[in-house]
């Protein structure tokens, strides 16, 4: 099994990372998921999967043949349903918690760095001008989404990030900015 490093916001159960932890050995990878991403507005989940897209998605053909896609989605819909409705101090009931898995190669960052620092530079917030493609995928992908994005051609998008669409119901990306050589 390969070991990757996985993040997850600072509010993930500790049978949420369980959970994780057992979908992704089924895939394949072996981690230690880290409780240290600040969480972004009020309590979504967010799973940060540092591995190369073409990689991680790959891995789903070689399991499933011509149906990666839905292993892919068997997957998905495993991390999401394992997030823990939250009641939020205004509301009277627990509601489920929105989200997203975000995919991108590891960033290296030295051992004695802050998990926040950690955590920001492997999200691209801070550093090292990271211009690998990454891909993320909402809690409210649909089907459809995941049967799509196992026909588009990943090196079409060299340096991008990669996400749905649900108005034009396409995979769209943003390229990212090369980072200013040494001579600039």
């Not at 099994?1 to 500790?14: G, H, N, Q």
């Not at 290296?108 to 090292?128: F, K, Y």
């Not at 079409?156 to 990030?161: I, L, N, Q, S, W």
């Amino acid at each position: 099994m390969e070991r990757v490093p996985v993040l997850v916001d600072t509010f993930a159960s500790p049978s949420e990372i369980e959970a994780l932890e057992g979908a992704l050995s089924r895939v394949g990878l072996e981690t230690e998921v880290e409780r240290t991403v600040p969480p972004q507005g009020l309590a979504p989940w967010l799973v940060l999967i540092g591995v190369p897209v073409g990689q991680f998605l790959a891995g789903f053909f070689g399991a499933a043949g011509k149906d990666g896609w839905e292993a892919f989605k068997q997957f998905f819909d495993e991390i999401k349903s394992s997030h823990e409705p939250k009641r939020r101090f205004w509301q009277r009931q627990s509601a489920p918690r929105q989200g997203e898995l975000v995919i991108r190669p590891n960033i290296e960052t030295p051992p004695d760095m802050e998990s926040s620092e950690r955590a920001a530079v492997m999200m691209g917030w801070i550093g090292t001008g990271d211009t690998a493609t990454s891909l993320t995928l909402p809690a409210s992908l649909p089907e459809e989404a995941f049967r799509v994005l196992f026909a588009i051609d990943l090196s079409e998008y060299p340096h991008h990030h990669i996400f749905w669409n649900p108005e034009t119901r396409k995979w769209e990306g943003h390229e990212k900015e090369e980072p200013p050589s040494a001579d600039e």
